[in-house]
Nanobody, 117 residues
């Protein structure tokens, strides 16, 4: 299987920036797509933030287009989410996700992002 470890969350003022990282380990050769989802408040359905494929095709939620950028470093098996111009409504737990062959579907443990107004 694949294990995902996120880092980079924290507290930031509105208008500020944060960069999240997600390091993958295990059978990383099976990964096709990696992405970020967020959930706020607890119990609410997780929503897509951004995804990136092995061919660097990206997709973003409308609410983050132009502010967030997803990228990946294949040599480090790491995906990043650069978040700029953060808003209080971006406050959530952010989860890394990996999908791939043989029904691969994995989540990280989540990292809290809090944007103060």
């Amino acid at each position: 299987q694949v294990q995902l470890v996120e880092s980079g969350g924290g507290l930031v003022q509105a208008g500020g920036s944060l960069r999240l990282s997600c390091a993958a380990s295990g059978k990383v050769f099976r990964i096709n797509t990696m992405g970020w989802y967020r959930q706020a408040p607890p119990g609410k359905q997780r929503e897509l933030v951004a995804t990136i494929t092995t061919s660097d095709s990206t997709d973003y939620a409308n609410s983050v287009k132009g502010r967030f950028t997803i990228s990946r470093d294949n040599a480090k098996n790491t995906v990043y989410l650069q978040m700029n111009s953060l808003k209080p409504e971006d406050t959530a737990v952010y989860y890394c996700n990996a999908r791939g062959t043989n029904f691969l579907f994995a989540w990280g443990q989540g990292t809290q992002v809090t944007v103060s107004s």
